[in-house]
């Protein structure tokens, strides 16, 4: 049987001008020895005490801390980049005579932008919306609770908190914090994951 892999989590993109983007009432933690534009810095922060960006914005940030920006290099030049627009997808085709359009769309699509919007998926919008709400709950912890999970320490492989994808490689990081869940069925999904996260994936 093949891992299953539930969505990521991403919380964010971050407001820096909201007044507050916690589930809960969270007290920001107190960093005094914190230099934001040292990466070194703000990587333990962020990363190793499991703050993730949250915490940045809970800190009550007003620009974004230098390891974050692209170097002018790195970023898109809009005048000159490629718009490719790609149509969603109908999953009710999938079952019936278009069944191969369609698998030839998510295909392209997933080759040649790496997602894609699909339509008629029958996924009802309440679960979304308790997905995202379950999302939001588990971000919303305090970093004790979730650096449990932090990647590369987790005591389980299946479930995995982090922000940016390798933030130890990385040359700007990622304005974003996500959970991975990765499971072959049912019963390895119960033992591992939260109350919360495993009710609504079940579902899902």
Sequence with gaps: MQPITIPMFPYGPYDLNASSNSCHSLAPKTVTALTLDEKSSLFNFVVQEGNGVKGLVDLGLSTVP???????????????????????????????????????????????????????????????????DTAHSFFGQVPERKVVYRKGASSS????????????????????????????????????????????????
């Design 66 to 132: 230098a390891p974050y920006i692209q170097l002018e290099q790195e970023r898109i030049d809009k005048p000159t980049a490629r718009v490719c627009t790609l149509p969603p997808i109908d999953l009710s085709k999938i079952v019936g005579s278009e069944h191969d359009q369609v698998v030839e769309e998510i295909t392209r699509a997933a080759e040649t932008l790496g997602f894609f919007q699909v339509v008629n998926h029958e996924v009802p919008i309440e679960l979304l919306e308790k997905l995202k």
């Design 157 to 204: 492989l299946l479930v995995k908190y982090g922000t940016s994808f390798v933030p130890e490689k990385e040359k700007a990081l990622e304005w974003k914090d996500y959970i991975s869940m990765t499971y072959t069925d049912i019963q390895m999904m119960l033992r591992h994951f939260k109350v919360g996260l495993k009710n609504a994936s079940k579902i899902y």
